[in-house]
């Protein structure tokens, strides 16, 4: 079957793009707007991602995860500039430092321009049940994972939990520096919000910051880190992990993390590590422990701290630790009802 064929309505649609765009994002980059296209279905999405593997084929896996975090989150990408600064360089990337991934060339299998196209337009992926889940956060850990974190990240700031921070902590605690700037910008005009109200700008702040699809990727990332084999094609591993969603429990390895079983091996797997009691290895079931609750809050209030441009003001976030609070505790909820029942609402579980 041909590309076209697999693609059909998409390419048509990145075609489009590219005609209104007409210029490359680098030399042999992508020619579409980052993350513009609507949701996709996975093994889509893993027919380009393995496009990707058999143009890089015999790389390490340091370098693959580096240019697959940088094609989204990078200065050429135009967002997530900072995840350079914190996460080490990986040697062979840094000849094409301003090239995260290129099509054509001189690879072995070239990345065709429409399979690079599909990876930079994808905003989110339909997993076979029909949740929706942003890939571009899957990439991060595992980069952190194989090339380590930079001077600032080993040095002055060694207590902050990075791995957490590019997933999802940094989302939550962003969702808090969203609500805290539109705090701000109505309490300068004389408004003073009572504890409802500040809980309700809190709901109608996160929809740019942590959506449920955010929130998804970002502990499986988490999990992905830690048992993606380094000799496994990553898009072999993610293609099973999600068929579990539609697989008969009894058909299932009890002992290998997958889609159904993502929250406590997320709780097992998260950095900073939180706390848990064990009920079950195979399946793996867990009790998160009260101790946890002070985990989350620390971590979250550690990296709004780092976001915080400028001197940290104390001032301001001591102002917002109840919302802090919240956030903490609406996270703690949603994975204790995914755990009861499968699914949870968010951000109101």
């Known amino acids: 079957m041909t590309i076209t064929a697999l693609f059909g309505p998409l390419l048509d649609l990145l075609t489009a793009q590219t005609a209104a765009d007409a210029k490359a994002r680098w030399a042999g980059g992508p020619t579409v707007g980052r993350k513009s296209a609507p949701p996709l279905p996975l093994d889509t999405y893993l027919i380009a991602l393995g496009a990707l593997e058999d143009a890089y084929v015999g790389v390490t896996p340091g370098e693959l995860y580096q240019r697959l975090r940088r094609l989204y989150y990078s200065p050429p990408s135009g967002v997530g500039g900072k995840f ?6 990986n040697e062979y990337c840094s000849a094409d430092i301003d090239r995260p991934v290129t099509a054509g060339g001189t690879l072995t299998s070239p990345l065709s321009l429409d399979m690079l196209n599909v990876l930079f337009a994808t905003n989110t992926v339909i997993t076979p049940a029909g949740n929706h889940v942003d890939p571009s956060h ?7 994972r ?7 990240a080993r040095g002055p700031m060694a207590d902050v939990p990075w791995s957490g921070l590019v997933t999802w902590a940094g989302d939550l605690a962003s969702w808090w520096s969203e609500w805290e700037t539109r705090r701000e910008a109505l309490e300068v005009n004389g408004v003073r919000l009572t504890a409802a109200e500040r809980e309700a700008l809190l709901d109608q702040s996160f929809a740019n910051r942590v959506t449920k699809e955010d929130l998804l990727a970002d502990m499986d990332a988490q999990i992905f880190a830690q048992h993606v084999p380094g000799s496994m094609r990553l898009s072999a591993y993610i293609r099973t992990y999600y ?7 009894a058909s299932l390895n009890a002992s290998t993390p997958n889609a159904m079983t ?14 848990y009691r064990v009920q079950s290895e195979a399946p793996l079931r867990i009790t998160i422990a009260v101790e946890t609750n002070a985990v989350i809050f620390l ?23 109840d919302m802090v609070g919240i956030i903490r505790d609406r996270f703690i909820t949603f994975l204790k009802k995914c755990m009861a029942s499968g699914d949870a609402n968010w951000p109101r579980p």
Not at 84 to 89: A, E, L, P, S
Not at 243 to 249: D, G, L, S, V
Not at 262 to 275: E, S
Not at 299 to 321: H, M, Q, W, Y
């Open 84 to 89: 350079d600064t914190v996460i080490g360089t």
């Open 138 to 144: 899957w990439y991060a850990p595992l980069d952190i």
């Open 146 to 152: 194989y090339n380590g974190l930079g001077f600032i």
């Open 243 to 249: 068929a579990a969603e539609t697989t008969p429990i």
């Open 262 to 275: 993502r929250v406590p091996h997320f709780v097992r797997a998260a950095n900073p590590a939180l706390q």
């Open 299 to 321: 971590a979250l209030r550690r990296v709004i701290e780092v976001f915080e441009t400028g001197p940290v003001d104390e001032s301001d976030i001591n102002k917002g630790l």
